[in-house]
């Protein structure tokens, strides 16, 4: 096992959902105690696109810079070598869990997450330690209801006032799941 945590966060074309989550999540992550890895890709990623203009405007909006991110493909490898993938919404998650079925315990919707986490368990070992928070993961999978799936609305195409919501929900969203995995401080 890694060292460190490693999150993976997918959308459809990985230039807009995933990405910002990517970007928010590693701005959340830059003083946080526990190494945690940040990545995202898309089940039909416009490989080597850049962000779209709007997301880019969203995340400047929130002092982030979105400039530098590129578009991959979600593939096997990155499945396998994460701990926890969230995905942006629930038609996601098979695809993910159809390049390796071992997947299905760690991979969520990011709001479904969000909510799971917030009473997970992962009490008995320190609040920095990857073990703790891959037993966060353990909890809210035991814990799932396959019936309350929620997705984070996709802007793409839309008006600049989408994307800055969906980088709110976005944010909102990691915001509970991080706190949770990193724990009190």
Known sequence: MSAEFRLLLVCTANICRSAMAEVIAGAMLQSAPLPMATASAGVRAMVGHPMAPH???ALAKLGLDGRAHR???????LVRSADLLLTMEAAHVPVAVGLD???APKTF???EFAALAAGAGGRRYRSDTVERARAIVQSAAARR???RVLDVYDPYGGPPEGYDACAKTV???LSHALGALLGPR
């Open 55 to 57: 997301a880019v405007a």
């Open 71 to 77: 578009a991959r493909m979600l593939d096997r490898d």
């Open 101 to 103: 079925p071992e997947a």
């Open 109 to 111: 919707t990011l709001p």
């Open 145 to 147: 209801d396959r019936r």
């Open 171 to 173: 944010g909102e969203s």
